[in-house]
């Protein structure tokens, strides 16, 4: 089961510090909370599922957190068990960015990647990961993939992380991390079918996406569809 922990009692209690941060144009209003999704060693430049330019986004994200506080900011951790359904090295004669049909439909492969406890599912070292904030860790079902830190790929598995909006009684959500066109685009859409939620937003330059073809398009369309926002967050 998708589960949520606090920072460190999964070991998080080296962050490190928050070196000069940009200049934000986003303060945090009431009833607001921060999301970062999956900013992974494996997300990013060197790792096993490369974000393009997905390291790029961390003074902006260091920057958001300090700005929400712990108390305020929910990370997300991408975190397969070895032979997850998900990669395309389960599948025989598949190759990653294949799709396959698994029991809840269709499902896109990607190389082996945020295996548990590896290197690359640790978050990136440069990410202000406060000691007592909330970690989602999702993915660990090996036959269901998730996307959203709400709901698995197979629409029904809920991971709990609307039960802590609800009960920290969150209306106001904003989305970062990586990448846009998969988790932070389902993270996002599944918070605004949140009770009580009545605005989403994505930081749309503390993104970063895969880019597969169509990915993004659909996308930004989609979101737009649930009223999801996009803005920015640096000062420009
Ligand atoms: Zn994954």
Same mark, same amino acid.
């Given at each position: 089961m998708p589960s949520i922990h606090v920072a460190a009692d999964v070991g998080l209690t =080296?962050? &490190?510090a928050s070196t000069s941060s940009p200049a934000l144009s986003v303060t945090r209003e009431d009833g607001e909370v *921060? #999301?970062?999704v !999956? %900013?992974?060693n494996d997300f990013c430049p060197g790792g096993a599922l490369e974000v393009p330019e997905g390291d790029a986004i961390l003074p902006l994200v260091n920057g958001l957190v300090n700005i929400y506080g712990a108390e305020h900011t929910i990370f997300t951790? !991408?975190?397969? &068990? $070895? $032979?997850?359904a998900s +990669? =395309?090295?389960?599948h025989a004669g598949k190759n990653p960015y294949d799709t396959t049909e698994l029991e809840y439909g269709t499902q896109t492969l990607w190389p082996d990647h945020c295996v548990q406890g590896s290197k690359g599912a640790q978050f990136h070292e440069q990410l202000v990961v406060p000691s007592n904030a909330c970690v989602v860790r999702k993915g660990d079902n #090996?036959? %269901?993939d998730s996307y959203s830190a709400f709901t698995e790929n197979d629409q029904k598995t809920l991971t709990g992380l609307a039960d802590v909006i609800k009960s920290r009684g969150y209306t106001k959500v904003s %989305?970062? $991390? *990586?990448a846009f066109d998969f988790c932070v685009r389902w993270t996002a859409e599944d918070a605004a079918a949140c009770e009580g939620v009545t605005r989403v937003r994505? +930081?749309?330059d503390a993104t970063r996406s895969v880019g597969l073809p169509g990915t993004v398009e659909s996308a930004e369309e989609s979101l737009a569809a649930k009223n999801v926002v996009l803005e920015t967050c640096a000062s420009s």
């Open positions: =080296a962050s &490190p *921060l #999301i970062v !999956d %900013v992974q951790q !991408d975190w397969h &068990p $070895g $032979g997850h +990669f =395309a090295s389960s #090996i036959k %269901v %989305v970062v $991390g *990586l994505v +930081f749309r």
